[in-house]
């Protein structure tokens, strides 16, 4: 029978015993599957005064936790015992976490109180630090007792059924489904029929669409790790929020940009990004992309390029990038593009410009900005667009790259960058 030692490093072991004294954490230490140990640092403490604290060194407000007293507390515990400091700078605690934790036969977790600890202990007992979330606790005791709870009811023998924690939320990155119980109508409220059916088939898959529903909904970014077959993506699709995509706007201004002697100039029309950012925009299902030069042969070029490929000898050939191309339109000015986005949604847009030098808005700010209207997004060619086009933007977003010593991206490469960083895969 596998058990566990957890040994617990704290100011106040008593704010444990109510806990450990109920439910299934007191049945599995009945049962030899947990053991509990406590360590107080004050009884190692130096002075008569008993201190395990003092001032931060640099200054500030709050005491720090003594390296000396934690560091004799710790040396009383078994050498092989994993090693945890509950903190909010940690990694995060999450149910991989548990169930790896759980393979172990002795932890320590260390509870910080006051701003925390002495940080040489980390290294002197090489801890491995771990938070609960992202919000600050009083101290460490709280952090604690969720990660014996979450790891004590992996340990096999620790719950009356082992199914049950296999389509707990988390397992394969998804939140679970809402239960009901009896009685079947409460208040007016009725449990979903399909649970009374009896169909074992169609209550999996509703139990299953509930679940991608929930994660889309409350935790989004959970589903970029969970394996999902291609039903479940079909059904993200399907509930996810299209007006995100459809709101937004793509523009490519070959007029007015900067050349490489930061003159105002215009640009000839480059193949690669009509075709290019045309299958951006029918991937992620956006509102539209318009090309924009005031040059009428540049305009003439585009138009039969597109009815080559939209209407002319390639598009039975290709229907796919017909699609795709189908959707780009030529303009000869921003304020054209603006009037014609105005004019089909009844809304000015929000103008983005974009910058591989500068601009300070990040990627999250456009999916608030996409619930409430459209926005085009400004893309330049040459060496960027003009001051006056950044300065008349409403938003300049972050470049892609920022910092980094190269950022010379193509406009179709940071595109696609952006529209996936704004949109994700499932809006
Ligand atoms: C008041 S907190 C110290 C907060 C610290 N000054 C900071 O801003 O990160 C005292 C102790 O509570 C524990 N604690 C607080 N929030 C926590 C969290 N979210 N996860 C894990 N432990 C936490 C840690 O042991 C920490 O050392």
Known sequence: MSSIHFYLITLFPEYFSSALACGQLKKAQEKGLLHFTFINPRDYALDKHKSVDDKPYGGGAGMVMLVETLDKALQTVPSGAKKILLSPQGKLFNQKNAFNLSKQREIVLVCGRYEGIDNRLVKLHSLETLSIGDYVLNGGEVAALAVIEAVSRLLPGFMSK???????????????????????????????????????????????????????????ELLFQSSLNSEDRAFLQEINEPCLGKNLYLTLLHHPVLDKFKKVSTTSLTNLDIHDIG??????????????????????????????????????????RARALSGVRVASSLQEVVKKIQAKTGKRPVLVATSAREGDTPLVKMRELLRESPVLLILGTGHGLTPEVLQESDYILQPIGFGRKYNHLSVRSATAIMVDRILGEFF
């Not at 049950?164 to 109508?185: G, W």
């Not at 991937?283 to 209407?311: F, I, M, N, S």
Request: proline share 6%; glycine share 6%; net charge positive.
């Open 162 to 220: 082992e199914a049950s924690f296999q389509e707990e939320s988390f397992n394969n990155f998804l939140l679970e489904y809402p239960h009901y119980t009896r009685p079947e109508e409460y208040k007016g409220l009725k449990v979903p029929e399909v649970l009374l059916s009896g169909h074992h088939q169609k209550i999996a898959k509703w139990r299953r669409e509930k679940s991608l529903e929930i994660t889309l909904k409350n935790r989004p």
């Open 279 to 320: 299958r951006i925009l029918r991937t992620y299902g956006l509102g539209g992309y318009y090309l924009v030069t005031p040059l009428k042969d540049q305009q003439e070029l585009a138009k039969r390029l597109l009815a080559h490929w939209t209407t002319g000898p390639s598009s039975k050939l290709n229907k796919d």
